[in-house]
Structure formats: structure tokens, C-alpha cells
């Protein structure tokens, strides 16, 4: 039994994970005046910046693989290295070792031993590849988004299990590298928390570029597959650790910590930010959700939305979507009216050579306020989160049709939907 008398060290916060909730966590609680220690056993940055999000996009916005190749070298170090700079606040201890819970309040640094007390404790490990059960997991061409990016050369064939954002940001990507590529996916569309009618048309428009997609099919055996390498892109799930349990919250392996609106756990002053509580598996939601329970510590109101949670798809072309879809709108029951605006009417898009897009802006009947937005096109990222932006503030499409925007900008994509 450990002996935690004889070299305990307290501090106000510990934050377990250095990803992108635990370094904002981190940062907001130390200019808080808070004292915070950050236990991460690999790099800083966590697994968007390390392996996910940001080499992902850098692959996208490459003109070939050998480019892209040089590049990550490039950018994952220069943004490492903003972090650390985070992380040299004088409030912050950063110990470069993995942390086990003890206890509800206390952990231990592994290899070293060292134990920490801490009055709150944020949990913020991430997730990590969700593997399907199929046959031929030892297969020596199955790689994950990890694996995929660690690859020296690239692949004359590449096969991609799953349509989801992984999968179609990687599948985008190396086709126009040069790769011959199949993705294979279970359900009838790609990209199920799309619209569907955006869904469809940027699968469409992508296979026109040479990606073959195989719909509604199932995958038995790898050993099936005629592919150079297979990229497992079916999800990611939670990142848990056994010694969880000792600290006494309730939390699933598949489903991930039980958290509260305020990301607190069943288990007073833990809580659990980003993806290891399974709501909403994005960098930006951990980084709000971090800023969420600092506040609850400080005893400090907020008025973060999270019902409200933009999203993108790095595609070339882009989607990204905010809000509910169609889709979701009929099965809910509720009323909407649902306004379209295409890029091939838009003089931004068309000067951009980009006018294959589509926006479509759901409301409240009578032009009443924004319900969603979705879109594929040239700079979708940038339309959802003005769309993102104006349901926050309740804003209705009569509104909306007040609002001035820039000529020519894409932006008038939504001003036009608004008066569709």
C-alpha cells in the first residue's frame, strides 16, 4: 500500500492530459490565480495536435505527399512548442510522467512515484482508435490515423473502413496525392451528423474526383480487402484507465466518464473535459468544456452554449454544419422552413473557380429564429460558424436579412439563404 505521508505535494488543481482541455484548463485556472499541476506522459498538444487535427489538415491544405511530408515536420513542432509556452506560466507545474489515481483527491506520477494532492482534479485523456471486430486485426496493412500519418511512402492503394470524418479528411486527401482510393462504409451515407442532402452531394462530388466509395457494406475479413494499406477509421472512443475506479466516479469503457453540465463526475470536485466524457468529440468542445469547469471551481457563471457545437470536415471541398439537419428536424417532430443558397450564384465562389456548394439554413416557421445551418463548399468552416455565431445570440432569418455583408465574400451565401 502506497505510503502517501512522506512526499505529498498539494496544489489547487491537477489537470491528467496535456491535449487541447487540458492546456486550456490549465492557462484559464493559472490566470485565475489558481496553483495547477499537468501530468502528461507523451507529447504536449495531445492527440489533435500530435497525430489528429492538425497534421490531418495540414495533409489537406498540401499540394502532394512529399510537401505535406516536410511540412508536418514543421508545423506539430512550432505549435508544440506554443504550448509548452502555456504551460511555463509560473501557476503551472508541468510533470512529464503519466498520473494514477490513488484516490478521489490524489494521484501518482508513474515511473517516478511522486504523489500529488489536489482539492479538484480535472481528467482529460482523450480518446483513442475505435477498432471494429472483424478478422484480420493483425493484419500487417491495418494502420490507424496515427499509423497512416507516420507512413514514409505513399500507398498506390488505399483502403479506408468508415466514412466519418477521418475517414473522408484522409480519403480527400490522398486521392489528390496520387493514391487509388476505396472507402467502404456500414450505413447508407457518409458522415451520419451531416444533413444528408449535403452528405450525398460532397460523397458525389468526390467520386467524380476518383474515390470509390462501397455503401451500406459490411466488412467480414481484411484478408478480403485488395489494398496496399487499410486505414481502420471507424471512430474513436474514449481513453479510460483501470485505476479510474479507485477514485470512485461512475464511467463506461465505451461510453466514457459520467459528467454533469458542468462536467463535474459523480465524485465532488473531479471532473472530466473532452473526449473522455463521450459528448462531443471535438478540440474545440474541450476547450470550452475546460473553461466550463474551471468556472464551476471559481464558483463563476458562464454563458457557454453547448448545445450549440459548430463542426467541420476538412475535405476538399469542405462541410461543416451547426445546429440540427433536416434529417434530425422531421424525426424530432419539429416545425422549420428550410432556405438553400448554392455557390454557383455566389460571385466570391465563382471568382474562387469553387462554385460546386450548397448551403442550406433551417428556421423557425415565419422566418423565426436559426434552428441550423449546413453546407458543403469552399470555406464551409467559415459559414457554419457565422451561422454558429447568430443562433447563440437567438437571432431570427428576418434578422439575418438586416444584416449587411461584405460584397463579394462568401459570407452572402447565408444573407441569400435568408432571403430565398
Same mark, same amino acid.
Given at each position: ?150 507512413? +514514409? @511512402?505513399?500507398? *498506390?492503394?488505399?483502403?479506408? #473502413? &468508415? ?7 484522409? !480519403?480527400? %486527401? ?89 462536467? +463535474? @463526475?459523480?465524485? *465532488?470536485?473531479?471532473?472530466? #473535459? &473532452? ?7 471535438? !478540440?474545440? %468542445? ?135
Amino acid at each position: 500500500m502506497l505510503n502517501v505521508q512522506c512526499s505529498m505535494n498539494n496544489t489547487d488543481l491537477i489537470i491528467i492530459g496535456a491535449g487541447p482541455g487540458g492546456y486550456r484548463a490549465a492557462e484559464y485556472a493559472a490566470k485565475q490565480g489558481l496553483k495547477v499541476v499537468v501530468f502528461e506522459g507523451a507529447e504536449v498538444g495531445g492527440t489533435c495536435l500530435n497525430v489528429g487535427c492538425i497534421p490531418t489538415k495540414t495533409y489537406v491544405h498540401s499540394a502532394n505527399f512529399a510537401e505535406a511530408r516536410e511540412r508536418l515536420g514543421q508545423v506539430v513542432p512550432q505549435l508544440r512548442q506554443g504550448v509548452e509556452g502555456i504551460l511555463s506560466n509560473p501557476n503551472i507545474t508541468l510533470v512529464r510522467e503519466k498520473a494514477r489515481f490513488v484516490d478521489a483527491h490524489t494521484v501518482e506520477a508513474s515511473p517516478s512515484g511522486e504523489v500529488w494532492r489536489g482539492v479538484n482534479i480535472i481528467i482529460a485523456t482523450g480518446s483513442e482508435t475505435k477498432m471494429i471486430p472483424v478478422q484480420g486485426l493483425d493484419d500487417p496493412r491495418l494502420v490507424d490515423s496515427t499509423g497512416l500519418l507516420s507512413l +514514409e @511512402t505513399l500507398p *498506390k492503394r488505399l483502403c479506408i #473502413i &468508415g466514412a466519418g470524418v477521418i475517414g473522408m479528411e484522409f !480519403a480527400s %486527401a490522398f486521392q489528390r496525392f496520387g493514391s487509388e482510393v476505396t472507402v467502404i462504409e456500414f450505413l447508407k451515407e457518409c458522415l451520419p451528423a451531416m444533413d444528408s442532402d449535403i452528405a450525398k452531394r460532397l460523397r458525389k462530388t468526390l467520386e467524380k474526383k476518383g474515390i470509390i466509395f462501397k455503401m451500406k457494406t459490411a466488412v467480414q475479413n481484411l484478408a478480403d480487402i485488395d489494398a496496399d494499406v487499410i486505414l481502420m477509421a471507424t471512430g474513436r472512443k474514449p481513453r479510460v484507465q483501470a485505476d479510474f475506479a479507485k477514485a470512485g466516479f461512475e464511467y463506461d469503457e465505451r461510453k466514457g466518464i459520467t459528467v454533469d453540465d458542468n462536467f +463535474e @463526475t459523480t465524485v *465532488k470536485g473531479i471532473y472530466a #473535459i &473532452g473526449d473522455v466524457n463521450g459528448k462531443q468529440m471535438l !478540440a474545440h %468542445a474541450a476547450e470550452m468544456q475546460a473553461i466550463r469547469a474551471v468556472n464551476h471551481i471559481l464558483g463563476k457563471k458562464d454563458g457557454i452554449r453547448f448545445d450549440i457545437m459548430p463542426a467541420a470536415i476538412f475535405t476538399t471541398p469542405e462541410a461543416a454544419c451547426v445546429g440540427a439537419s433536416e434529417d434530425q428536424l422531421k424525426e424530432q417532430g419539429v416545425e422549420f422552413e428550410c432556405r438553400k443558397a448554392f455557390y454557383r450564384a455566389n460571385g466570391k465562389a465563382l471568382a474562387m473557380n469553387e462554385s460546386e456548394g450548397l448551403l442550406k439554413l433551417f428556421s423557425e416557421p415565419n422566418a423565426g429564429k436559426i434552428l441550423g445551418c449546413h453546407v458543403f463548399g469552399a470555406h464551409s468552416a467559415d459559414l457554419a460558424q457565422e451561422a454558429s455565431v447568430l443562433m447563440c445570440m437567438g437571432t431570427t432569418v428576418e434578422q439575418l436579412r438586416d444584416m449587411v455583408h461584405i460584397h463579394p465574400t462568401l459570407s452572402e451565401l447565408l444573407l441569400a439563404a435568408a432571403e430565398a
